[in-house]
Nanobody, 117 residues
Framework: QVQLVESGGGLVQAGESLTLSCVAS????????MGWYRQAPGNPRELVAS???????EYADFVKGRFTISRDNAKNTVYLQMNSLKPEDTAVYYC???????????WGQGTQVTVTS
C-alpha cells in the first residue's frame, strides 16, 4: 500500500505564501495522476488541484491564478505552491493519487494551513 506524507503547512497572514510537499512511497507514483485536496472544519474534502503524468494541470476555480501544482517523479513528490493566501484557504491539506477522478489510496495525516486576516 502506498503511504502519503504531507508537510509544509503553517500559520500565515493573508497575502502570504506557503509551499506544501507530499512524498509518496512505492514505485507507482510515476504512473499516477496526483492531486491536492483540502478539508475545512464542517466541510467535505474537496479537490484543489491535480497534475497528470504528462504534467497537465487542473485547478478548482477558487484557487486558479494563486496556486500551482507540480511534481518531481525522481523524488516521488508532488508540490502545491500557494500564493496570495486567504483566510478561506484555512484547512487541512492532503494529497492522493487519482484514478478516474477518485482518490486511490488511504489518506495521510495531512498538513494544517491556517491563514489569518
Amino acid at each position: 500500500q502506498v503511504q502519503l506524507v504531507e508537510s509544509g503547512g503553517g500559520l500565515v497572514q493573508a497575502g502570504e505564501s506557503l509551499t506544501l510537499s507530499c512524498v509518496a512511497s512505492g514505485s507507482t507514483f510515476i504512473i499516477n495522476t496526483m492531486g491536492w485536496y483540502r478539508q475545512a472544519p464542517g466541510n467535505p474534502r474537496e479537490l484543489v488541484a491535480s497534475i497528470s503524468t504528462s504534467r497537465d494541470t487542473e485547478y478548482a476555480d477558487f484557487v486558479k491564478g494563486r496556486f500551482t501544482i507540480s511534481r518531481d517523479n525522481a523524488k516521488n513528490t508532488v508540490y502545491l505552491q500557494m500564493n496570495s493566501l486567504k483566510p478561506e484557504d484555512t484547512a487541512v491539506y492532503y494529497c492522493n493519487a487519482l484514478r478516474s477522478g477518485v482518490p486511490r489510496y488511504n489518506w495521510g495525516q495531512g498538513t494544517q494551513v491556517t491563514v489569518t486576516s
